[in-house]
């Protein structure tokens, strides 16, 4: 079957890779699954939300914050976090839609 479309531009290419790369791991997804839901979160409600440490949290959104994906911004005492890369909406829509389990299609 051959799927006729306009190629993607480069530009686009390198977004999504950056994008897709840093998605690349299951506490990740959780945490900006989260995120989607709750809109800005702290560190604590992320923790809660995800059942990983408070370090593994912390370390995971260095990594989102790093690669453009998240922001964070002081609130008193807290740090809350918010997802500024409008596509991970939609990765999280697909992975969803995909309802991959196992490695496998369901």
């Known amino acids: 079957m051959t799927i006729t479309t306009r190629p993607i531009p480069t530009e686009a290419l390198q977004t ?3 994008v897709i790369k840093c998605l690349g791991h299951p506490l990740r997804l959780r945490l900006l ?3 989607e ?3 800005e979160l702290n560190v ?3 923790q809660a939300g995800s059942g990983a440490t408070q370090a593994a ?11 453009g ?3 964070s911004r002081r609130d008193g005492a807290y740090m ?3 997802i500024i890369e409008p596509k991970v909406f939609r990765i999280l829509a ?3 839609d995909c309802e991959i389990i196992d490695g496998r299609n369901a």
């Not at 949290?57 to 690669?67: D, N």
Request: aromatic residues 4%; proline residues 0%; charged residues 30%.
């Open 57 to 67: 949290v912390s370390e995971q959104l260095g990594i989102l914050r790093g690669h």
């Open 94 to 96: 697909c992975v969803r």
């Open 44 to 46: 604590s409600e992320l």
């Open 80 to 82: 809350l976090y918010r």
């Open 37 to 39: 839901r709750g809109g």
């Open 16 to 18: 999504a890779a950056r």
């Open 69 to 71: 994906v998240v922001e």
């Open 33 to 35: 699954e989260s995120m």
